[in-house]
């Protein structure tokens, strides 16, 4: 018989060697690990896209409603002063 693979020197470098390779391919796995956990889900990052854009489309309209509230606000001053004039022309 054979001497066994851990009773020599050269099985025991094998075997550290082995380890290492172990030690290094976990620590690597870990920190992928904890990179994925802190980026956003894809439903997170859809989420927060869908709200940008709903976001914009209200910037939008607020400032169309603000243009129609100027334009109106202008023709109701406008119609007072006309039939403030013809009024005290009558």
Not at 7 to 23: D, E, F, M
Not at 29 to 50: F, H, M, N, P
Request: aromatic content about 6%.
């Amino acid at each position: 018989m054979g001497i066994p693979f851990v009773a020599h020197p050269v099985g025991w470098v094998i075997l550290g060697g082995a380890g290492y390779l172990a030690y290094k391919a976990g620590k690597k796995s870990g920190q992928k690990t904890e990179e994925d956990s802190t980026k956003a889900s894809l439903s997170d990052r859809v989420i927060k896209e869908t709200m940008k854009a709903a976001y914009k489309a209200q910037q939008g309209i607020s400032e169309g409603l603000d243009k129609a509230k100027e334009k109106c606000g202008t023709l109701w001053t406008e119609a007072k002063t006309e039939t403030k004039a013809t009024s005290d022309n009558a």
